[in-house]
């Protein structure tokens, strides 16, 4: 049987973003107490809404992966867990997707989790308007994403990429991208989980794992709105509101 790694369009599009990623990753190890902040909502509001036992809720089973991933203590997930079923007081947090359009119409989703719905959407459109861009209506972007799973592995000499390939395929993932620093297997957002677990029985390390919008088609950006584009990433990811920002720009 030929075995091939598949680069699809889907593939194409992910050469430079997973570069992005790792790059982006230095910024926001500076942001250790910021990304507590997030990930103890992120756990909390998974908790309230599917239960706080990871084995039957696989949304707070991912946030709790994620938060083990940066280190955060296993006190701050127990109680982030508990103020989601109830157990202990706390804030309570609301979901909500902002939709909108950088500098030359770039297109951008901000996913929040806040207590306080009027603040967060004059903070969102702020750094719209700060930007050269515009915060825009519910579905004027999301069209042009897929909802998907991304698990991103780092490249390393102990790391046989046609195994990992088979062993990803074999496990239900749609596509196996490689770039010149890492591999992005993608699911879709039912597989994630599976895909997940299976290659961590296989002993991989993951960079990242969550499900993303993967944006259909790149968009460039010319030189002067570049600055732009990367001061309204900032401005939102320094948001204590803001969880994931994604975005169709080719960086």
């Known amino acids: 049987m030929l075995i091939s790694v598949i680069y699809l369009k889907t593939g194409e599009d992910f050469v430079g973003r997973i570069g992005n990623i790792i790059q982006r990753k230095g910024k926001q190890d500076a942001k250790k107490a910021k990304i507590y902040t997030k990930l103890a909502r992120l756990i909390s509001v998974a908790a309230r809404e599917s239960g706080g036992d990871p084995e039957y809720n696989a949304a707070l089973k991912n946030a709790m992966d994620k938060a083990r991933a940066q280190n955060m203590p296993n006190d701050n997930i ?19 997707i902002y939709e909108g359009y950088g500098p030359s119409g770039v297109a951008v989703i901000v996913e929040v989790l806040t207590d ?11 750094a719209f308007d700060k930007n050269g861009g515009n915060l825009g209506t519910s579905g004027c972007v999301a069209f042009s994403f897929d909802r998907k ?16 390939m088979m062993g990803a395929l074999d496990a239900g993932a749609e596509d ?25 029985q296989e002993g991989h390390k993951f960079f990242s794992a969550d499900i993303i919008y993967l944006p259909q088609v790149e968009a460039e950006l010319p030189e002067e709105d570049i600055k732009k584009m990367n001061r309204l990433i900032d401005m939102l990811e320094d948001n204590d509101d803001v969880q994931e920002v994604h975005h169709n720009w080719s960086v």
Do not use: M, S, W
């Open 78 to 96: 127990d109680r982030a867990i508990k103020k989601g079923t109830g157990e202990a007081g706390g804030n309570q947090y609301e979901q909500i």
């Open 116 to 126: 306080n719905r009027n603040r967060t959407a004059g903070d969102v459109r702020h």
């Open 149 to 164: 799973g991304q698990i991103v592995i780092e490249k390393e000499d102990t790391i046989d990429e046609e195994t990992l």
């Open 176 to 200: 196996f991208i490689v770039d010149e620093e890492a591999y992005a297997i993608i699911t879709t957002p039912e597989d994630f989980t599976i895909v997940k677990d299976n290659l961590r």
